[in-house]
Nanobody, 126 residues
Framework: QVQLVESGGASVQAGDSLRLSCAASGRTFSSSAMGWFRQAPGKTREFVAIISGRNDEIYVADSVRGRFTASRNNAKNEIYLQMTSLKPEDTASYYC???????????????????WGQGTQVTVSS
């Protein structure tokens, strides 16, 4: 059974930092692009940061570039989202996602990701 489990979400103040983690299990993930999406109430799900499954190249959304970065540990089947200088507009549920086996290239379309976590809430107060 494939599972992605996020952790690390919290309620913080603007300017604070958080680190989200995602533990994946149930299949091989090292060849899959993996990353983070977020969804705020009333808004569509948007990409935040994705890591390719081929060369660990990282793609980061313009809205968070310079503040967020992603990383992965294939030995542990984990990915991470380091968030700094958080803003109220970063408030959302954050989801870990993975493409299928050998689908290593990055896409920004959530529909291209086959496995999803349940989400972890990040709330940033001004």
């Amino acid at each position: 059974q494939v599972q992605l489990v996020e952790s690390g979400g919290a309620s913080v103040q603007a300017g604070d930092s958080l680190r989200l983690s995602c533990a994946a299990s149930g299949r091989t993930f090292s060849s899959s692009a993996m990353g983070w999406f977020r969804q705020a109430p009333g808004k569509t799900r948007e990409f935040v940061a994705i890591i390719s499954g081929r060369n660990d190249e990282i793609y980061v959304a313009d809205s968070v570039r310079g503040r967020f970065t992603a990383s992965r540990n294939n030995a542990k089947n984990e990915i991470y989202l380091q968030m700094t200088s958080l803003k109220p507009e970063d408030t959302a549920s954050y989801y870990c996602a993975a493409r299928g086996v050998w689908y290593s290239s990055v896409t920004l379309n959530p529909n291209d990701y086959v496995d999803w976590g349940q989400g972890t809430q990040v709330t940033v107060s001004s």
